[in-house]
């Protein structure tokens, strides 16, 4: 079966891999589509991302839905049965389906997910035709919910868990997201469901302020085309760039007594970061990391909300993974591009 891996700094290869034999505890799903992340970018150009290096060849992906292939023998039969169209949880462990509340999974030490070099050996991806999970990693997808839109449920679980994380204060509110790429623009989507009053995106592109305003901000400012942010005029502000001068803008943009969520990924090395401007404000910084127990609540928005399709911008097939990555890492022209892994069975 094919595959999408990484060997090493710019050396991304489609691989064929051994056909899978599913454990007697695992469920194998035919992926359908996967989402190309900004984690995925920086494996397949640096052999790295952040503290994690890459040092075996590795498959990647995490963003991924598919139907239900085969199921082990020891497998419960109150899993998804054998042709159920699923989403993916990429951790382990995760929250149970339906789980609510503050579990806190994701921020303990020992987890895996899906593509990712932290660990020794590395938790391979779901760029692959046949993914072997726990049956608990499994989402059923509510009839109606495409799955070429339901390949969003795992980025927007990251953004709605961020937003989250403001808590009441985005009620009402007056929002920014600075940095309108595919993670900024499903933050604007949760801050609209979380009851944002405005929401303002700022980038440095025009195609991505365009797929900010498709998905629910009523404002966009291209900063690179003489755009500004006004200072101090905004109750909280998402910074979704993954930038240092994102997150200067941020705390300049947010008002006295107001919240900043650091939803990019910033370098792992240290930042000059105005700490000044957060004490004489008292400025209240959020980090947010992954998510929890958000994926079932994304599922849901995304099946109610077809305005989300404007994130998806470029589809490949898996033998164009180069050229999709390629795509994917222009923000001039792209937003999410998706890899199509198999034949979607709603086509």
Not at 295 to 311: H, K, R
């Amino acid at each position: 079966m094919k595959a999408v891996v990484v060997h090493g700094p710019g050396d991304l290869r489609v691989d064929a891999l051994p056909d899978l034999r599913v454990a007697p505890d695992r469920v194998a799903v035919r992926i359908v589509y996967g989402g190309i992340c900004g984690s995925d970018l920086h494996y397949a150009a640096d052999g790295r991302n952040g503290p994690y290096t890459v040092t075996e060849p590795l498959v990647l992906g995490h963003e991924v839905v598919g139907v239900v292939a085969r199921t082990g023998q020891d497998v419960r039969d109150d899993a998804p049965a054998v042709g159920t169209r699923v989403a993916l949880h990429p951790a382990t462990p995760c929250a149970p389906p339906g789980a609510t509340g503050a579990t806190g999974l994701h921020l303990r030490p020992g987890g895996t997910y899906l593509g990712s070099a932290s660990t020794q050996p590395h938790t391979q991806g779901g760029f692959v035709e046949l993914l072997e999970v726990l049956p608990g990693q499994l989402r059923p997808l509510p009839d109606g919910l495409p799955l070429r839109r339901a390949v969003l449920a795992e980025p927007l679980a990251v953004a709605l868990h961020g937003v989250a994380q403001l808590g009441e204060r985005v009620r009402g509110a007056r929002a920014l997201v600075s940095g309108a790429g595919p993670i900024g623009a499903l933050a604007i989507a949760g801050l609209r469901h979380a009851g944002a009053a405005e929401i303002v995106a700022a980038d440095l592109q025009d195609f991505p302020l365009t797929v900010a305003a498709a998905v629910g901000a009523g404002e966009t400012l291209n900063l690179a085309a003489g755009g500004a942010v006004p200072e101090s005029s905004f109750d909280v502000v998402v910074e979704a760039a993954g930038a240092v001068p994102s997150l200067a803008t941020a705390l300049r943009a947010v008002r006295p007594g107001g919240a900043v969520l650091q939803l990019g990924m910033l370098p792992r090395e240290p930042v000059p970061v105005a700490m000044s401007t957060v004490i004489a404000k008292e400025i209240a910084l959020y980090g947010s990391q992954r998510f929890d127990t958000e994926l079932d609540t994304a599922i849901a928005v995304l099946a109610a909300d077809p305005s989300l399709d404007a994130v998806l911008s470029h589809e490949y097939g898996i033998d164009d993974a180069a050229e999709a990555f390629g795509c994917a890492a222009d923000a001039s022209r792209s937003s999410k591009t998706v890899l199509r892994m198999s034949d979607d069975p709603q086509r």
